[in-house]
């Protein structure tokens, strides 16, 4: 399928990309806008991103959208970040075919048990339909936390030691990983944060112990596809030792 996009050249791709979509909330106030129309502006620029990092053959890609930690917002913005959520479900139902051109498979990282029932519905036909896909995988971060996404690995793992099927030394960096929400994935290569601030804010805790990271001032609803290959162009030319010399 033909990209709408001019996509630029890289000499190396990170295997999988996290974005911390911040900034939302300060882009509006700047404006003199209700923090709800920031958000809207961001999900735009989320499905432009998500689109290009597709065409360009990026393997995963992992968008924070809503973490443990947003439940403590305001009851109306939290509403309608499930409505952009809800908006978008439906936008995926209603493109699956496009999707499925593009070999992107969409996951959704994190507990989505405590939203609505109709978007638990919406999320799990999406999974299914994309299941096959392998281009890219596209993964959206909701109720996530990393510490959280730990805690429950470390319990599954406690379960199988209370069940017998387990020992203390069957426990290794591959069980936790296997129980982590990521099993199938590369570790995080490349971690982007726009908006000006410079901390992972419990996003992607164990898989980004060797991430690069590409920090920017920029607010999430004004970054841009150019923006995009600057991070990539910084990774290209990181020098990745691993511990090693």
Same mark, same amino acid.
């Given at each position: 399928?033909?990209?709408?996009? $001019?996509?630029?050249?890289?000499?190396?791709?990170?295997?999988?990309?996290?974005?911390?979509? !911040?900034?939302?909330?300060?882009?509006?106030?700047?404006?003199?806008?209700? *923090?709800?129309?920031?958000?809207?502006? #961001?999900?735009?620029?989320?499905?432009?991103?998500?689109?290009?990092?597709?065409?360009?053959?990026?393997?995963?890609?992992?968008?924070?959208?809503?973490?443990?930690?947003?439940?403590?917002?305001?009851?109306?913005?939290?509403?309608?970040?499930?409505?952009?959520?809800?908006?978008?479900?439906? $936008?995926?139902?209603?493109?699956?075919?496009?999707?499925?051109?593009?070999?992107?498979?969409?996951?959704?990282?994190?507990?989505?048990?405590?939203?609505?029932?109709? &978007?638990?519905?919406?999320?799990?036909?999406?999974?299914?339909?994309?299941?096959?896909?392998?281009?890219?995988?596209?993964?959206?971060?909701?109720?996530?936390? #990393?510490?959280?996404?730990? &805690? *429950?690995?470390?319990? $599954?793992?406690?379960?199988?030691?209370?069940?017998?099927?387990?020992?203390?030394?069957?426990?290794?960096?591959?069980?936790?990983?296997?129980?982590?929400?990521?099993?199938?994935?590369?570790?995080? !290569?490349?971690?982007?944060?726009?908006?000006? $601030?410079?901390?992972?804010?419990?996003?992607?805790?164990?898989?980004?112990?060797?991430?690069?990271?590409?920090?920017?001032?920029?607010?999430?609803?004004?970054?841009?596809?150019?923006?995009?290959?600057?991070?990539?162009?910084?990774?290209?030319?990181?020098?990745?030792?691993?511990?090693?010399?």
């Amino acid at each position: 399928m033909k990209s709408k996009f $001019e996509l630029e050249h890289f000499e190396v791709l990170p295997k999988h990309v996290g974005v911390i979509m !911040d900034g939302n909330g300060r882009w509006a106030k700047n404006r003199g806008l209700e *923090r709800s129309e920031g958000h809207k502006a #961001g999900a735009n620029v989320f499905r432009t991103i998500c689109e290009y990092a597709c065409d360009l053959g990026i393997e995963c890609i992992t968008f924070y959208a809503f973490s443990t930690e947003n439940w403590a917002r305001p009851e109306m913005e939290i509403k309608g970040i499930m409505s952009l959520l809800r908006s978008y479900l439906l $936008e995926a139902l209603d493109r699956k075919k496009e999707n499925e051109e593009k070999g992107m498979r969409i996951k959704f990282v994190g507990d989505v048990s405590r939203v609505d029932k109709d &978007l638990q519905k919406m999320i799990k036909i999406i999974e299914k339909q994309s299941a096959g896909k392998t281009r890219t995988v596209v993964n959206i971060a909701v109720n996530y936390g #990393g510490k959280q996404e730990i &805690l *429950r690995s470390v319990k $599954e793992i406690a379960k199988g030691i209370e069940r017998g099927n387990l020992s203390a030394d069957d426990v290794t960096e591959e069980l936790i990983e296997k129980n982590l929400y990521t099993p199938d994935f590369p570790s995080c !290569d490349l971690i982007i944060r726009p908006s000006g $601030e410079y901390r992972l804010s419990n996003f992607l805790t164990w898989q980004s112990a060797y991430s690069e990271f590409w920090f920017s001032d920029i607010l999430w609803p004004d970054f841009t596809v150019e923006n995009f290959n600057e991070a990539l162009r910084a990774y290209e030319k990181r020098n990745r030792r691993f511990g090693g010399i």
